[in-house]
């Protein structure tokens, strides 16, 4: 029966829409009709409090689909890879692709290109839609319309981060929305734990915000939650790096070059009461470090964190490029250590953990593993036991006068 309907729908709501008028099919015992946005069906056998049926993933992805609207499936979103209503187009530009998305829950859409902003319910984008060339849509930019990506539909997960999914989340942070998360990163409000990381800073790191659905550990289900979104970067292989025929997938986007390939992304919940909530995007994604994309070739100094802010928090207050450990200070990855020992001029690595003494009995164990000729621990507690900052961004919100002292005094391994 919902075949059927479903087919029905389809023939009813395009001609609706090419006609612009409420059309209406019935059975004998069923009644439907499309009218604006909404699929409704009503049981001829009840009365008017009848239960609506709302747009449904099957019908949005039916029309998309019917009109060779070029789009792929993302999670609960359907993301169209030419946004129809964008006036500066530009779209052989990669960033300015597949930045317009269609929630397939509720039928919501939004582009989040700056020149665009569209947004708004399933009947505006139709409506919109019968206001523009179908052409202009389906046509996009001079190269042909690479295939579909329906990985989440068949169950498969690439073990890289889709680009352009956390061009997203990077675009929401440029635009400031949500505007609370936003000014939980670069405010100054130490009461409410604010971060107080520059705009700049976080451009330079390419952080994302959103306020996306999430699985919830404690309450297991999926809730909407305050997010940030830290990309991870790997290091290509010396082969990759000179091999021309790959040159131009790295160098076409400004997340990827010819060092480095955006391969996952951390997920964090915003403050204190949704720490907990973390995870790795995607499955058994490739292994990546925050903050990597900041490192030159020829790179003398790195400072080495235990968690994303304080690498952030160190890069301002120093310029020294600062990367993070993706599991925490009790496991320095191997990988890390091959990328590391790729620089041949880095010859000065700080360790900045948290200054506790778990912090410092395993910053001594990264020294050694790293080598202790080339590292310094920074350790403020050493030169006032009474008053220190825990980790870096501690020290950018409450002693930043006072790190180039902890810096100059940082201590070797011997």
């Not at 409090?49 to 449904?56: E, G, H, L, R």
């Not at 946004?83 to 052989?92: A, E, G, L, V």
């Not at 200070?329 to 900045?352: G, Q, T």
């Amino acid at each position: 029966m919902l075949k059927k309907l479903s087919q029905q729908y389809q023939k009813i709501s395009m001609k609706s829409l090419q006609l612009g008028i409420s059309l209406n099919y019935s059975t004998n015992k069923i009644r439907y009709s499309f009218r604006s946005t909404r699929f409704i069906v009503k049981s001829q056998e009840q009365n008017e409090s009848s239960k609506i049926m709302m747009i449904t993933k099957e019908e949005i992805i039916s029309f998309l689909k019917n009109n060779k609207i070029a789009y792929r499936i993302q999670r609960t979103y359907a993301q169209l890879q030419f946004c129809p209503f964008c006036i500066k187009r530009n779209f052989d530009e990669l960033s300015n692709q597949y930045t317009m998305g269609i929630n397939l829950k509720n039928g919501m859409y939004n582009c989040f290109r700056s020149s665009c902003q569209s947004k708004g319910q399933w009947k505006d984008f139709l409506q919109q839609m019968t206001n523009n060339d179908p052409k202009l849509i389906v046509d996009g930019p001079i190269h042909s319309i690479p295939k579909q990506n329906n990985q989440e539909e068949v169950g498969i997960y690439d073990q890289k981060y889709e680009l352009f999914q956390f061009h997203l989340h990077y675009q929401r942070m440029k635009l400031q929305q949500p505007k609370f998360i936003y000014e939980y990163l670069v405010g100054n409000n130490w009461d409410k734990n604010q971060r107080g990381i520059k705009e700049e800073v976080l451009n330079k790191y390419l952080v994302g915000i959103g306020q996306d659905e999430v699985f919830d550990p404690q309450l297991k289900q999926m809730v909407m939650a305050p997010l940030i979104y830290f990309p991870m970067f790997r290091l290509l292989s010396q082969q990759q790096q000179n091999d021309n025929d790959i040159k131009n997938e790295y160098i076409q986007s400004k997340y990827n070059s010819q060092l480095y390939e955006l391969v996952s992304c951390k997920l964090r919940g915003m403050g204190k009461e949704n720490k907990y909530i973390q995870k790795i995007e995607p499955k058994n994604a490739m292994k990546g470090i925050f903050g990597l994309n900041l490192l030159t070739k020829n790179v003398k100094q790195i400072i080495l964190t235990e968690g994303e802010f304080d690498a952030m928090a160190a890069y301002q207050m120093t310029e020294i490029p600062s990367i993070s450990l993706p599991y925490g200070i009790a496991h320095f990855p191997n990988f890390l250590l091959e990328w590391i020992n790729e620089y041949k001029e880095l010859n000065n690595i700080f360790i900045w953990v948290d200054d506790d003494e778990f912090g410092r009995v395993n910053s001594n164990k990264i020294a050694s593993k790293i080598g202790n000729w080339r590292t310094r621990i920074i350790q403020p507690s050493l030169i006032n036991n009474n008053q220190y900052p825990k980790d870096a961004n501690d020290c950018l919100r409450y002693y930043p006068d006072k790190i180039q002292e902890y810096i100059s005094k940082s201590i070797t391994v011997k």
